[in-house]
Nanobody, 114 residues
Framework: QVQLVESGGGLVQPGGSLRLSCVASGSIFSIKTMGWYRQTPGKQRQLVAI???????TLAESVKERFIISRDNAKNTVFLQMNSLKPEDTAVYYC????????WGQGTQVTVSS
């Protein structure tokens, strides 16, 4: 089973940037479509961005002009570069395969506040 470890979250002012990382275990990482998801209290987890094994990307409308998803297959790592952050981006961010697997990491908290 894939194990996932997210990092890079923190507190940032509106308009700022953060870069999230997710390291995945498992030798089949390079063939998996990976995704970043986010969740706020009381709401369902929502898909933010996905990246295919070949590097094709799709982003949610709410982040399309501000976020970039990328991956380094040699390091089993997927990244989420978040720019021009807004208070509504505040959430716990998770990575997982797309479609999602049964196991989730601990997530990383992103708080956008002045």
């Amino acid at each position: 089973q894939v194990q996932l470890v997210e990092s890079g979250g923190g507190l940032v002012q509106p308009g700022g940037s953060l870069r999230l990382s997710c390291v995945a275990s498992g030798s089949i990482f390079s063939i998996k479509t990976m995704g970043w998801y986010r969740q706020t209290p009381g709401k369902q987890r929502q898909l933010v961005a996905i990246i295919t094994s070949g590097g094709g990307t799709t982003l949610a409308e709410s982040v399309k002009e501000r976020f970039i998803i990328s991956r380094d297959n040699a390091k089993n790592t997927v990244f989420l570069q978040m720019n021009s952050l807004k208070p509504e981006d505040t959430a716990v961010y998770y990575c997982n395969t797309f479609p999602t697997g049964p196991r989730w990491g601990q997530g990383t908290q992103v708080t956008v506040s002045s």
